[in-house]
Antibody
Framework: QVQLVESGGGLVKPGGSLRLSCAASGFTFSDYYMSWIRQAPGKGLEWVSN????????NYADSVKGRFTISRDNAKNSLYLQMNSLRAEDTAVYYCARRGSSGWYFFYWGQGTLVTVSS | EIVLTQSPGTLSLSPGERATLSCRAS???????LAWYQQIPGQAPRLLIYGASSRATGIPDRFSGSGSGTDFTLIISRLEPEDFAVYFCQQYGSSLTFGGGTKVEIK
């Protein structure tokens, strides 16, 4: 069965960096586009970034552009999010999710990893 | 950026009642690229509807989606106890954006 397992979250000071990972299993990872989506505590969902199956096509939300970098390692069935220059407003649960078969909707989600940016 | 506005913010209903949730877009959503999710606190979102009206695998038929252009609706025909949750719409026709959510609570 499809599984997405995020890791790497934690407490970091403003201006700091963190790298999130998402381990995928149960499907051919290299065939699928992937996304990071976040949710601030008690708030709604916010799309963060997309990456194509090969990694050649990448998009970011304006709120993270220039600070976050999405990448993938298809040999390791893993998705990553390098987060630099973190701000308090980046505090959220970060989910990785697999793109649907016919569009950018998400049937498969990880359980999420909490990133807290605070001094 | 397409802004999605969901209404009402909170819906107070009893089990067995019908729930009607609205999602309005600031501009037309191309090709009905709209999805609905259910989220129970502490859990990841669960896909209910994609393409405005197609039920995702395993979703009961009491959930139905409709609409096009800028106005979309999710209907839960008869609320079951497990349906009390927060519901989000998401458009994927132009980048990706989510609505602010509607909480369906027990009256």
């Amino acid at each position: 069965q499809v599984q997405l397992v995020e890791s790497g979250g934690g407490l970091v000071k403003p201006g700091g960096s963190l790298r999130l990972s998402c381990a995928a299993s149960g499907f051919t990872f290299s065939d699928y586009y992937m996304s990071w989506i976040r949710q601030a505590p008690g708030k709604g969902l916010e799309w963060v970034s997309n990456i194509s199956s090969s990694g050649s096509d990448i998009n970011y939300a304006d709120s993270v552009k220039g600070r976050f970098t999405i990448s993938r390692d298809n040999a390791k069935n893993s998705l990553y999010l390098q987060m630099n220059s973190l701000r308090a407003e980046d505090t959220a649960v970060y989910y990785c999710a697999r793109r649907g078969s016919s569009g950018w909707y998400f049937f498969y989600w990880g359980q999420g990893t909490l990133v807290t940016v605070s001094s | 950026e397409i802004v999605l506005t969901q209404s009402p913010g909170t819906l107070s209903l009893s089990p067995g009642e019908r729930a009607t949730l609205s999602c309005r877009a600031s501009q037309s959503v191309s090709s009905s690229c709209l999805a609905w999710y259910q989220q129970i606190p502490g859990q990841a979102p669960r896909l209910l509807i994609y393409g405005a009206s197609s039920r995702a695998t395993g979703i009961p038929d009491r959930f139905s989606g409709s609409g096009s252009g800028t106005d979309f609706t999710l209907i839960i025909s008869r609320l079951e106890p497990e349906d009390f949750a927060v519901y989000f719409c998401q458009q994927y026709g132009s980048s990706l954006t989510f609505g602010g959510g509607t909480k369906v609570e027990i009256k």
